[in-house]
């Protein structure tokens, strides 16, 4: 009979999924912006497999939401197959950069990627839509694509934390539209992603398949408020997210180091 500690873990893993899920529809990302810290901070996973087990978890969570967002027609095909074509080889760097790089020096790019973000989003512009693709446009898709998915390798976020903003502001795309794209994207780079962390033993399959399977429930929800928030307030809510992630994040730093543990423990 599964110990009170086993129902203790199992419901922290749920509500992890259901809160990360809920985002990740709302705004296009996998979740792992609530994952990875939450992983870290509460289950005291240790950071290398928070983040492995984080990308595995975002590949349900994206799934779920990228069905609702295609079928809201808030999906850019030919955006995402350019995107994916880089995504998935820097996934590969990524996963293989997460054996290498040290605690530290892995969070303090989390934070400095989450805040460069939340900085985009508070800063907002207009769009109304990307114009006709050119080689020029494609080439850059790949490139934005090929840093997305090494972020998504090394810090087990889905990506959408820089793809839905380069979306915007680099090719004028509508938020809704972007965020659909970004889901799109997710799905095959947390698979390559996710492969190559098993082969690292960098990820608890365990964890993953109860954070996922929960927030890809909430991910159908989120994906549906989305398509009801303003721009403004999309981004604006977003933005203080990720400050509230980033500093959460800071202040790891100066604590001592936690044991490595599993939910499998």
């Not at 599964?2 to 709302?26: D, E, R």
Request: aromatic share 4%.
């Amino acid at each position: 009979m599964p110990s009170s500690q086993n129902y203790v873990k199992f419901g922290t893993a749920m509500a992890i999924g259901i809160m990360a899920g809920l985002l990740g529809g709302m705004f296009g990302v996998g979740g792992g912006l609530i994952i990875v810290p939450a992983l870290a901070g509460i289950a005291k996973m240790e950071r290398r497999r928070a983040s492995g087990t984080s990308l595995a978890a975002t590949l349900p969570i994206a799934a779920a939401a990228l069905v609702t967002y295609v079928a809201q027609g808030n999906v850019d095909w030919a955006v995402a197959l350019c995107l994916a074509i880089g995504s998935i080889s820097g996934a590969i760097i990524g996963t293989h950069l997460l054996s290498v790089i040290p605690r530290n020096r892995l969070t303090i790019i989390f934070v400095v990627t989450v805040l460069a973000t939340a900085a985009r989003l508070v800063i907002g512009t207009e769009t109304t839509g990307r114009s006709d693709l050119t080689i020029a446009m494609v080439t850059m898709l790949i490139l934005v694509g090929l840093f997305t998915g090494t972020l998504a390798g090394l810090l087990g976020i889905g990506g959408g934390v820089i793809m839905v903003p380069a979306m915007v502001v680099m090719f004028g795309m509508l938020p809704i539209v972007a965020k659909g794209t970004s889901v799109a994207v997710i799905v095959p780079t947390s698979i390559m992603g996710t492969i190559r962390n098993r082969k690292n033993a960098n990820v608890d399959l365990r964890v993953a398949a109860i954070v996922g399977g929960f927030g890809a429930i909430s991910a159908v929800a989120g994906g549906l408020i989305a398509s009801d928030l303003s721009d403004r307030a999309s981004n604006v809510m977003f933005a203080f997210l990720l400050v509230v992630v980033a500093a959460t994040q800071l202040a790891t730093l100066r604590k001592p180091k936690q044991p490595t543990q599993s939910f499998e423990d």
